[in-house]
Nanobody, 129 residues
């Protein structure tokens, strides 16, 4: 079973920065290593549905972002450590949410969906104005 552990969240003022980490372990349903999956970050704000934030291809050569974070966030990965990162700069109060990582699958248009059935506990990001 897949285990995803997110960390790095916290309370920050608007305009500040945070770097999130997601460590993956366990066995994927396909048996393939994590390094072969496109990985992504998703977030869920209070009272809202979970939404896509960013994704990175297995090699790290391609990255994808939601329009709301483009130019401010940067996703990266270290396959040797089975870890995915999200550098968040110029944070805004509307970025306040619990952030989760998961394997990501692009569906129609610009929509992305989580691929693993299980989620980690997430990491809380709170941006004060």
């Amino acid at each position: 079973q897949v285990q995803l552990v997110e960390s790095g969240g916290g309370l920050v003022q608007a305009g500040g920065s945070l770097r999130l980490s997601c460590a993956a372990s366990g066995r994927t349903f396909s048996g393939r290593p994590f390094s072969t999956y496109t990985m992504g970050w998703f977030r869920q704000a209070p009272g809202k549905e979970r939404e896509f934030v960013a994704a990175i291809s297995w090699s790290g050569g391609s990255t994808y972002y939601a329009d709301s974070v483009k130019g401010r966030f940067a996703i990266s990965r270290d396959n040797a450590k089975n870890t995915v990162y999200l550098q968040m700069n110029s944070l805004k109060p509307e970025d306040t949410a619990v952030y989760y990582c998961n394997a990501a699958l692009k569906s129609s248009g610009s929509s992305w969906s989580p691929l693993f059935g299980s989620w980690g506990q997430g990491t809380q990001v709170t941006v004060s104005s």
